[in-house]
T-cell receptor
């Protein structure tokens, strides 16, 4: 089946620094990938749709200048959390679609101290 | 604004019991309803439903969609402790692979031995 990987799986950073999270589709090409955020005991919230070769589409309320998304190839999308603050601490999950299914990466736990 | 509401939010039953999880949705240009199981990390795909009244089954799990009432249920029969997880319901505008999903908050299911 389709496999999506994320790196790193866990990251701790200091407030004010930037963190980059990678999402890769390992055995298929994904023109579209999605980034979700999940706070403790909350559901997944779609942050943005990452489009290969073009700008990402952000959901309402998500700051595009803070959460930079780059989809440079058909197998890689990156999410950079810029000037991270403690309230950005969350579980970030990417997914990629293939046919009628959406495959999720294992997620990245970000902790901002 | 798209909305997916799941109930109950949490449920504790004994092994062997049958459970029914509920999901109602209001999704613009709705085309598909998806169920996921989330344990420790990223969600794993269970079902995608696009047609009303047609039950999908996988082992002890089954699900059905009512597009008139904007409702879906997930049934689990003869529950086992391994079924303990958060079950997420999500609505999508088109196919599960083509668009970002709107998730409900999930039902936290605990199966006691």
């Amino acid at each position: 089946g389709a496999v999506v990987s994320q790196h790193p799986s866990r990251v701790i950073c200091k407030s004010g620094t930037s963190v980059k999270i990678e999402c890769r589709s390992l055995d298929f090409q994904a023109t579209t990938m999605f980034w979700y955020r999940q706070f403790p005991k909350q559901s997944l919230m779609l942050m943005a749709t990452s489009n290969e070769g073009s700008k990402a589409t952000y959901e309402q309320g998500v700051e595009k200048d803070k959460f930079l998304i780059n989809h440079a190839s058909l197998t890689l999308s990156t999410l950079t959390v810029t000037s991270a603050h403690p309230e950005d601490s969350s579980f970030y999950i990417c997914s990629a679609g293939q046919k009628y299914e959406q495959y999720f990466g294992p997620g990245t736990r970000l902790t901002v101290t | 604004e798209d909305k997916v509401v799941q109930s109950p939010l949490s449920l504790v039953v004994h092994e062997g019991d049958t459970v029914t999880l509920n999901c109602s949705y209001e999704v613009t240009n709705f085309r598909s309803l998806l169920w996921y199981k989330q344990e420790k990390k990223a969600p794993t795909f269970l079902f995608m439903l696009t047609s009303s009244g047609i039950e999908k089954k996988s082992g002890r799990l089954s699900s059905i969609l009512d597009k008139k009432e904007l409702f879906s249920i997930l049934n689990i029969t003869a529950t086992q402790t391994g079924d303990s997880a958060v079950y997420l319901c999500a609505g999508g505008p088109v196919g599960g692979g083509a668009d970002g999903l709107t998730f409900g908050k999930g039902t936290h299911l605990i199966i006691q031995p």
